[in-house]
């Protein structure tokens, strides 16, 4: 990042938070404000990218001495020096309290006048932000006695939620209810860690800054688009909580259901977040309900040593839950009719990899008629990359084809790049007051619309999920399914990227 560039975020937080805030983590002991919350916004002070007045407190039901504070909000910190950790523990400090009782609310709220007091700020500069790093059952509780005890009059509130936003249309409606009659939808930032990645902010930029790209986007050119996300390992012992939500809530309904909106929206009509929020909306109220004759569902079983899924002790033991799933979705617009789009997820599959894959149509006649199809594939992760995979006269005399790539592989680009954490760029877009990285409400209302039939379906009927063994490729039925849906694998000339020489 240029010295300009970070010159400009810090004016935009400065002037979005009048160089002052307070953040208060909710969940404080706990596992994700330990690993994601707190590195993440140790890595914005040191970078300089807080508002120059800050502190931060942690709150949660646990007794924590100042000493076990330090150690669990230290425990992940990477590359921190003695001096940047000292200065990031003189701004933070910990309070414990009930979540279901006024007084302890009370307590909390006379601790933050005391300090915003004791820091000189005015009113007007005493911002609030209100960071839930807490489990789903105690949210709107939680919710509840900030808003009655905590809310500031005083300055900017903004309330900071993680998923789970329920398990259906129904829950997640009426959580949206419960805090819509507390916090105004401005003050609310729906977290989708997915749009803190790199490349997936990426896509819009790729696409509208593009002329040659983004008019491919459409089914007169594209035959298929892949969604993959393929996890190496199981629920090893925590299955409990993915039990009850499996992998469809767990991951598709929400990161990989972003990812696709990105991919296949239109050009948002202004430049401001709304604009793109809701040419989002706009997409996803033309997605249509996904039917189950348009699913492959599985469940992964014992393989070697590594066991099943129903042998985590926390899992049931009939359980149906799909630990893997491919699904076809459809885009009811002018645009990308006919178009499926394969969503696939799975857990203790044989490798660690989220990636978009475009697969064009085949040349229709002529000269070329048996060329390999393009492919556009964005990896999100691991290793960020953009290639396009084309065919290509291989060098000498002779006039043969061969597939070749165009690859941008952003390691061996841009050698002094740093890619933050997605949880370090959603917090500074909070400190920004940018919404466009965050899921506003009614696009929370239309994903559930698209998956909700699906999931009362399968917990209704107790569907059988598919088999396959830990570290595979998933159930052996995927290779038949996807090519029902149109996907070709170059089966002369298996393809491997990225390719480095000429070739046979
Ligand atoms: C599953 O668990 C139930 C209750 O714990 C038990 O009665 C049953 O025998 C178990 N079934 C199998 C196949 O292990
Ligand atoms: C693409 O969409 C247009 C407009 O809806 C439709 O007429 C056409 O048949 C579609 N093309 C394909 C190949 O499905």
């Excluded at 012992?237 to 990161?255: K, L, S, T």
């Excluded at 909106?261 to 040419?279: C, Q, V, Y």
Aim: glycine share 6%.
């Amino acid at each position: 990042m240029s010295a300009t560039d970070i010159q400009q975020l810090k004016d935009q937080v400065h002037e979005n938070m009048q160089g002052a805030v307070t953040i208060v983590v909710l969940g404080a002991s706990g596992d994700l404000a330990g690993k994601k919350t707190y590195p993440a916004i140790f890595s914005l002070l040191r970078n300089g990218l807080m508002p120059e007045n800050v502190h931060i407190t942690g709150y949660a039901r646990s007794k924590l001495d100042r000493n076990e504070y330090v150690k669990r909000i230290t425990a992940h910190l990477k590359d921190a020096s003695e001096e940047q950790k000292n200065k990031f523990l003189e701004v933070t400090d910990y309070v414990s309290g009930q979540y279901d009782q006024d007084d302890s609310w009370k307590s909390l709220n006379e601790h933050l006048d005391k300090l915003e007091e004791k820091r000189g700020l005015k009113e007007g500069r005493r911002n609030r932000v209100f960071y839930m790093a807490l489990p789903p059952s105690v949210f709107v509780t939680v919710a509840r006695g900030l808003r009655k005890f905590v809310y500031t009059d005083k300055g900017h509130n903004r309330i900071v939620v993680e998923k789970p936003f329920g398990k259906d249309l129904e829950s997640s409606t009426e959580l949206a209810k419960d805090l819509g009659e507390l916090f105004k939808e401005e003050e609310i930032y729906r977290i989708d860690h997915y749009l803190g990645k790199e490349m997936v902010k990426n896509i819009l930029p790729l696409r509208f800054a593009n002329m040659i790209l983004d008019p491919t986007f459409c089914n007169k050119t594209v035959d298929n688009v892949q969604i993959t996300l393929k996890e190496p390992f199981g629920t090893e012992g925590r299955g409990g909580y993915f039990d009850e939500y499996n992998i469809i809530r767990d991951v598709m309904q929400n990161h990989l259901l972003q990812v696709m909106s990105l991919i296949a929206m239109d050009k948002p009509a202004g430049n401001d977040p709304e604009s793109t929020r809701d040419a989002k909306v706009k997409l996803l109220r033309k997605v249509k309900p996904i039917d189950i004759k348009d699913t492959l569902l599985g469940q992964y079983v014992a393989n070697g040593d590594k066991p099943g899924y129903k042998d985590d002790d926390t899992v049931p033991n009939d359980s149906v839950s799909p630990t893997f799933a491919a699904l076809v979705l459809y885009v009811d617009n002018d645009r990308w009719r006919g178009v499926p789009f394969i969503m696939k997820a799975g857990k203790a599959l044989d490798t660690a990899k989220v990636d978009v894959r475009l697969q064009f149509r085949d040349v229709e006649e002529g000269l070329f008629k048996q060329a390999a199809r393009n492919e556009l594939v964005l990896r999100i992760q691991p290793g960020e990359a953009i290639y396009y995979k084309l065919n290509n006269k291989s060098p000498g005399l002779t006039y043969r084809q061969i597939v070749t790539d165009l690859d941008l592989t952003y390691k061996d680009r841009y050698k002094d790049m740093s890619i933050p954490d997605a949880y370090e760029t959603l917090i500074l877009d909070v400190m920004r007051s940018d919404h466009s990285n965050f899921v506003r409400d009614d696009e929370l209302d239309a994903a559930w619309r698209i998956f909700t039939p699906l999931l009362h379906k399968i917990d209704r009927e107790k569907i059988q999920p598919k088999p396959y063994p830990y570290g595979s490729r998933g159930p052996q039925e995927l290779d038949d399914f996807v090519t029902r849906y149109g996907f070709k694998r170059d089966t002369k000339a298996p393809y491997e990227w990225p390719v480095q020489s000429v070739g046979k």
